[in-house]
């Protein structure tokens, strides 16, 4: 296996919701989000702050607007997959890392790959 490369226990993810670890010198943090995985360099897109590894995780709270006018806020269908940055509160969405505020910004993504029960985490 090459150094970017690194293997993590499904389970030990699933019951934290997600782990840190260091993959080519940086912090990455894989998460379990519903019932599947993403990973994530551990620095947001604002001011790189650690977002991924301290970030704070919430459902996706959104609102549509009725035909009356009135808006109606609810929570979108989904576990906790929007991370919020304890630096200055920028949210993102974990499904793709992209930045709810701002679109053309988005967290680094490592890619994951399912073996037997590890996960294989590359840069
Ligand atoms: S560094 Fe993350 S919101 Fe500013």
Known sequence: MSSESV?????????E??????????????????DR?????????????PVCSQGSRH???TAR???????EP????GGEVVIVCP???W?????NGVSLADRTKSLKAATVTHDRDELVVSL
């Not at 995985?37 to 702050?49: E, N, P």
């Not at 607007?65 to 808006?71: A, E, I, M, S, T």
């Not at 609810?74 to 269908?77: G, L, T, V």
């Not at 949210?91 to 499904?95: A, S, V």
């Open 7 to 15: 293997r993590v226990n499904v389970e030990d993810v699933q019951r």
């Open 17 to 34: 919701g997600r782990m840190e670890l260091e993959l080519g010198g940086r912090t990455v943090v894989v998460f379990a989000v519903d």
């Open 37 to 49: 995985f993403v990973a994530y360099v551990d620095t947001c897109a604002h001011l790189g702050g």
């Open 59 to 61: 459902r996706f709270y």
């Open 65 to 71: 607007v009725q035909q009356d006018g009135r808006v």
């Open 74 to 77: 609810y929570f979108a269908p």
């Open 87 to 89: 630096w200055h509160g």
């Open 91 to 95: 949210e993102y969405d974990l499904n």
